[in-house]
């Protein structure tokens, strides 16, 4: 991802092999960004206690 986009680059704050940062106004398509976006939510949502998933309603 970082290779075929310029707006791409480590997120310096978390894991680097897994997260990504992501400047908005660069050359990746919004679609890709929201696409990112989904899958990154669906990460953390998994790793979530049940109990709080139910809460959240997810």
Do not use: C
Request: net charge neutral.
């Amino acid at each position: 991802m970082q290779a075929r986009y310029s707006g791409a680059f480590p997120a310096w704050h978390m894991n680097k092999e897994h997260w990504l940062g992501i400047e908005i106004e660069s050359d990746m398509p919004d679609s890709q960004i929201k696409s990112l976006i989904a899958d990154g939510y669906k990460l953390v949502a998994k790793s979530l206690p049940a109990k709080t998933r139910a809460e959240l309603g997810i």
